[in-house]
């Protein structure tokens, strides 16, 4: 039985990055979702810009326009009770479409523990870097078909997105964690107290998950990275060959037309000119 492959569904809007196994939804908006192997992104669609009284004036115009087709249908003794109902829904939905279309798009967060969100600016940045640098990646692939196996290179780079996501996620919760207790520590208290003792040690302790998870989240980010500089190294050496083998064999050509080609016609020309000139002048003298 073949095993289905997770996708992983990436959301980027002004406030957040959502991460999650499972499809993600939108809070307010609408979103514009596309594809790249297992990896499913969403990035808010702008607002449409109408306003409400444009809005409704649309829905109204459309509400109308129904009434008078069922009034028409009426009017042929045909039934009307249907359409009406069917007319009303195709109102009340285009309203709350427009609605919708008109508000700029947040995406909802995921419920329990289904996905990762990030809020703090410097885990977003790291992020959506790491997002960008994994299309670059992707880019050199039909390139290295030969050499690399796409499926398992889309797997592992999904992997590592979503390995990377628990761990900024991570990264986030050490960091609020780091700042209160910077926080806490700023009030006053004596220095053989067992509470600045205890506040201490815990310090000792998120300072040492912090340094951990940079070090960390640098090798992956840098890793990304580095597949990403070698896919595209590759294939500017593989463009920079063909030009050079496209180039030999110009000269080739090129030689061999010049080895070929009879005896220049200009000197010879200018020869018997000279020649000509020179009798008619001789001619001339006597």
């Known amino acids: 039985m073949t095993q289905v492959e997770a996708e992983l569904h990436i959301g980027i809007d002004a406030e957040k990055v959502v991460v999650s196994p499972h499809r993600l939804r ?11 192997g297992l990896v499913l992104e969403v990035v808010p669609a702008a607002p449409s810009g109408r306003s409400r009284e444009s809005r409704v004036a649309i829905v109204w115009q459309l509400g ?14 045909l039934p009307w009770l249907v359409p009406a109902l069917v007319s009303a829904s195709v109102v009340v939905l285009v309203g709350w479409a427009q609605a919708r279309a008109a508000r700029p798009g947040v995406l909802a967060s ?23 640098v994994s299309h670059r990646i992707r880019r050199t692939w039909p390139a290295l078909r030969g050499m ?6 889309d797997h592992t780079l999904t992997r590592a997105l979503e ?28 220095a053989d107290s067992p509470a600045a003792e205890a506040l201490a040690a815990q ?6 998950l912090w340094r951990e998870t940079g070090l960390t989240a640098n090798r992956m980010l840098r890793g990304i ?6 896919g595209e190294t590759l294939l500017r050496e593989q463009e920079i060959g063909r030009t050079a083998r496209d180039a030999e064999m110009a000269i080739s050509r090129l030689a061999a037309v010049g080895a070929a080609a009879p005896a ?23």
């Open 26 to 36: 939108m809070r307010t908006g609408r979103a514009h979702r596309s594809r790249a």
């Open 64 to 77: 109308l326009g129904l009434l008078i087709c069922c009034v028409v249908l009426n009017a042929f003794g």
């Open 110 to 132: 995921p419920r329990g523990d289904d996905g990762h969100v990030l809020r703090a600016r410097e885990e977003r940045i790291a992020y959506e870097r790491a997002v960008a």
């Open 148 to 153: 690399i196996d796409p499926a398992e290179a």
């Open 163 to 190: 390995q990377l996501a628990a761990l900024l996620a991570r990264r986030q919760q050490i960091r609020a964690l780091r700042d209160e207790l910077i926080e806490a520590a700023r009030q006053e208290l004596p």
């Open 203 to 208: 310090r000792t302790r998120v300072e040492e």
């Open 225 to 230: 990275a580095a597949a990403a500089h070698a």
């Open 264 to 286: 220049e016609a200009g000197p010879e020309l200018a020869e018997r000119t000279a020649a000509v000139v020179k009798a008619y002048r001789e001619l001339a003298a006597f």
